[in-house]
């Protein structure tokens, strides 16, 4: 059974919003930081957002800065990411990674050995 599952994915307009969700079933001590990424044919995997379990701290790429917002979900083992004015260099196959990451000095590369999602489809046409 898939331990980390996308869903919200779809075909929208351009300024359009989506939101994603990530339903996380590892052991809560098996992770402490989730993060989505994305890759469309062609292009280098992109990751996007992260957010520790705990806390507040947050990163975003410099690409969806401003209009993506990664939150947790009233669940524990819930992630959002609230996706709006999308553009359609945002189409992209969406990952849910997670991982069991140090608290600080922490790198997007660091989720390469983590849990990974099958991926959910977001599409933007203009």
């Known amino acids: 059974q898939a331990q980390i599952a996308e869903s919200g994915g779809g075909s929208v307009q351009a300024g359009g919003s989506l939101k994603l969700s990530c339903a996380v079933s590892l052991k809560f001590s098996a992770y402490n930081s989730v993060a989505w990424f994305r890759q469309s044919p062609g292009n280098e995997r992109e990751g996007v957002a992260q957010i520790y379990m705990t806390g507040s701290d947050r990163y975003y790429a410099d690409s969806v800065k401003g209009r993506f917002t990664i939150s947790r979900g009233d669940a524990m083992n819930i992630v959002h990411l609230y996706m709006k004015r999308l553009e359609p260099a945002d189409t992209a196959m969406y990952y849910c990674?997670?991982?069991?990451?140090?608290?600080?000095?922490?790198?997007?590369?660091?989720?390469?050995?983590?849990?990974w999602g099958p991926g959910t489809q977001v599409t933007v046409v203009s």
């Open positions: 990674a997670a991982a069991l990451l140090p608290r600080v000095g922490a790198k997007m590369s660091s989720f390469d050995t983590g849990h």
